[in-house]
């Protein structure tokens, strides 16, 4: 039987660490639906937090589809997702990396004024208050590593793959994001 990529796809990763643009990458290297922690769960306009109550509803139901990939997955509702996932990828980059990420842009979203999370807007303001996104990276950092390693050491979870750098998961996504180990299947030419 050959192989194919994973269909239901959790990204993990430290905040800022780019699991919103891998998992598109992702999504569009194998065609699957994407979704975002964020956009479709998390944020409703003005910064409101959606309910919870919503927040479950809405996890469940991407959790249910045959195809789906999701850039990342709140503590408050990962369980739901994760007895569905069939492949993690964990983007475990360096501090400096995944700072340096999220601070160059969070600069360009407040100078562009782009939109983000369902119309909400970054602001020098919001940066510098203390439930900032960089404030929120400090506060999480340690936290989402451990999630993972928990994950790791439970046989009943799904598989962990992970990258130390960016330029080995885009090669992964390249190639066509096949399973670890998995012959690839034969080219037509």
């Not at 192989?3 to 194998?30: D, M, W």
């Amino acid at each position: 039987m050959t192989p194919r990529p994973a269909q239901r796809v959790l990204f993990h990763g430290v905040t800022g660490s780019g699991k919103t643009s891998a998992a598109h990458a992702y999504a569009l290297a194998v065609d699957v639906p994407e979704f975002s922690a964020d956009d479709d769960l998390g944020w409703l306009p003005g910064w409101k937090g959606r309910p919870i109550e919503d927040q479950y509803r809405i996890a469940t139901t991407i959790a249910t589809q045959d195809q789906w990939v999701l850039d990342s997955a709140y503590s408050s509702w990962r369980e739901i997702v994760l007895a569905r996932t069939e492949l993690i990828v964990f983007l475990d980059y360096p501090r400096w990396l995944s700072l340096g990420r999220l601070v160059r842009r969070t600069i360009r979203r407040i100078i562009s004024k782009h939109p983000v999370c369902n119309g909400n807007t970054e602001t020098l303001r919001r940066v510098l208050a203390k439930d900032s996104i960089i404030a929120w990276h400090f506060k999480t950092f340690t936290r989402k590593r451990d999630a993972i390693k928990t994950i790791r050491a439970d046989p009943s979870m799904p598989p962990v793959l992970s990258f130390q750098r960016p330029r080995d998961l885009d090669a992964w996504i390249a190639s066509g994001a096949y399973p670890p180990h998995a012959d690839r299947p034969a080219h037509n030419q």
